[in-house]
């Protein structure tokens, strides 16, 4: 395997921050979708797979609105708005029926959701490939004469996922409603013993799941394009990052996300592209050999 | 909850199964005489993907370890395969033998680290595997020929059978000779004191554990028992392909393969059975629907796969125990399994099971289960 | 008031309780007695809707209901300590008792009202509930039940791997917060004499039936009873 060292000389070092800033910001959307992941994870025991599909949808719904003369932000809120009742539906509609059952059956559940949502997807608006705007200038900032890879739009990335964590965790630790969905996620039948409507804060879950999953949507949209497969890859790294993470926190899926970012980052960068998808690999294995519950995973087993 | 099954064949000794795997053989050939070439094809199709799905269910029914990543396995077999019959010119049963070799090989390790792995952790891992390791293909494109693949012969037909004897049909017969020895090296392990051991460690590993069974090892066992499976799948596939390419081992490829076992009925051999000729007929079905009607092309290019996610919805929501259970529910089934219930490495139920599953970290399930009462 | 009649909740093929009949009267206690495996925990699981009864009637103040949703039961005024106590390990002190609250809104008790009955709560109350003993964790799950003012409260084997001591402290705990707050209070509990010490009425199970019904000091007295179910 060839190994080009790293040259140190000022266009290496430029190099280096260009790759870490992309990385950051790449990460910034794995946390998203890690986050959006980790959401359902603690609420219903159960992976959604799906999650890429359902973001895709809304993110062609946002393509649509844009296309037919509304601005940008319009398009963005329909997303997210769309993305919020998506959850819901699909926790009431499909997802009710097997919280609770053997976990591989919510995980077929889940996949055969994403089949069909990229296949209704590719019914209404074909299989090619389509660009979407980004929110903000995707010219590099200049720094002292040179021009680094990193945009308006990569700051307001950053700062929106930072944002949307910051206010979960507002809404989940100081919240009455936040209370209630956590209780309702630890220990659902003691939260129905004390009133709390178990039912309810589990769709909701799923819906702000969904919500922050549109808005990873939207965020990565102008670089890969939408189409009903485009999103897949950005499933499976939000998968691998919240892993990484470990499922239980939502700091796990912060960190894991710009962890991955900044690895996938440097290995497309210095060995090419192609190994990306290994690098992923190589790097949750080496987590998981360390921590098998991922990096934030406590030992502490939960009591009755 | 064991559904109760109104037939259920004799427990059939190592003999006596090899007399039974004899018999489907000749069946099988016979049977393959009297379809057309194109059916032959569906046959052999059908084949080795019984012998993928076999070696899964086992692993992700009995042993309750699940597996996102088997389709990288077959590649690991088509490769071997390819390399061997292309490359150096090998005979098809030594290629074979070697496929099964390599991707147990394969299956030590990757059944090394599971072991240490619960529930999504393990699902994580192996989703890693199943998009990382093609990378390589492209990674080296000279040894494996890149995105293209590798191109191999035909296999031929030895002499004594005829020079005409078709091609689909030869294949047809490799495909079902792999599938029989893994359907009789699968039955009698799952039989045996090891398929056993590797149920009680699914229910209950602490327990399991504490009665000696060595936990890790069996775990490892079963891991590299399905990889064997898989390569001997893959290795089949690119025989009937006569081509090992990238495009064949994609994630959807070890989805679908998931999909399978669990439609079919997990932990079941017959399940691997249904789960097959599923996979085989499922979209020849689906496509013959969407080219019936005239849609549009969106429409028609689409609707095959909106008809296999739907099928997967509604199953599971209808009959969660896969095509087995239903049939179960039918007083049909004919029972081959074991195990009492499907479960994989959460157990359903039960205090002492949600205390290990919790010890495990925190992989049990939801507990106040409610009616399916729409709130 | 809270009035059972002819209950009766199978586990598939399994009867647990069999046409069981009691009645508890605010500001009284009664007792459920009986050995393990008797059916008291189903009792209280189906009054409080976690278990769906095959018959007969749950009557609230004259409502019955049997069959509602858990949620909905204990929005009635219906609150059930489970057994283990049901703590929220992963939240504060604080947080499971507001939790109890929640639903009441603005009728609901203030924290400061259980910091009161309990301070070994008060000294406690932003550690997670995790770090409580188990005497502190049975503290924590009455006072969670309380911060939503119910009528009934259902109390699953509360001296359940306690000192005696502390559980002597806490059934008389509840005799004070039965007449203080006018609580109907249905006790399960494995330890016979020091239910009785507390109850004003108690009943027996055996396998899911009653099989004797009387005021406390009726039953403390019977001693052929006592050696035959209840170990004393």
Known sequence: MDWHAPTWGSEGVTKFIDLTLNGISTGAVYAAVALALVLIWRATRIVNFAQGAMFMFTTFIASAVIDSGGSYWLGFAVALACGFVLGALVERIVIRRVEGGPPLNAVIVALGLLILLEAIAGMIWGNTPRSFPPAFSIRGYEIGGTRVLFAPNDTFTVLVVIGTALALRALFQRTKLGLQMRAAAFQPEVARMLGVRVGRMLTLGWALAALVGSLAGVLIAPSVFVGPNQFDPLLVFGFTAAIIGGLDRPEGAAVGGVLLGLVLSYVSGYEGASLVTLAALVLLVVVLMIRPGGLFSSTRERQV | MRLPSRIRPPRLTLARSLGFVLLAAVVLALVSEAL????????????????????????????????????ALMAVGAYTVALLIGNEHWPVLPALIAAVLTSAVVGVLVGAAATRLRGPYLAGVTLAFAVGLPALAGKYPSTFGGANGLVINPPTSPSWLGQSFPLERWEAWIACAGALVVLFAIYNLVHSAVGRSLQAVRDDEIAASLCGLRVARLQTLAFVVSAACAGLAGGLLTLV?????????????????????????????????????????LPIWSNDIAHAFSFSTNVTNNLPLAIYGLVLILAMLLWPSGLQGALGLLGLRVSTSLKNRASTRYPVGGAGQERAAARRGGASPPQGREEEEVR | MLEIEALTTDYGPVRAIDGVTLSVDRGSITAVLGANGAGKTTLLRTISGLERPTGGRVLMDGEDIAGEHVEDIARRGLAHVPEGRGVIVELSVEENLRLGGLWRGRDAAKTAEIYELFPALAQRRSEPAASLSGGERQMLSIGRALMARPRVLLLDEPSLGLAPMVSTRIMRLVRGLALGRDLAVLLVEQNARSALSVADRGVVLNVGHVVADGSARELAADDGLARAYLGL
């Open chain 2, 241 to 281: 392909l006569q081509l090992a390419a990238p495009g064949a081992f994609t994630l959807g490829l070890s989805l679908a393969l998931l999909t399978g076992v669990v439609l079919g009925g997990l932990g079941s051999i017959l399940g691997a059975i249904w789960g097959a000729a599923l996979l085989v007929l």
């Open chain 2, 36 to 71: 057309s070439s194109y059916n032959d094809l569906q046959l052999a199709n059908g084949a080795y993907y019984f012998a993928v799905l076999a070696g899964l269910t086992l692993l992700t029914g009995l042993s309750g370890q699940i597996s996102l990543g088997h389709g």
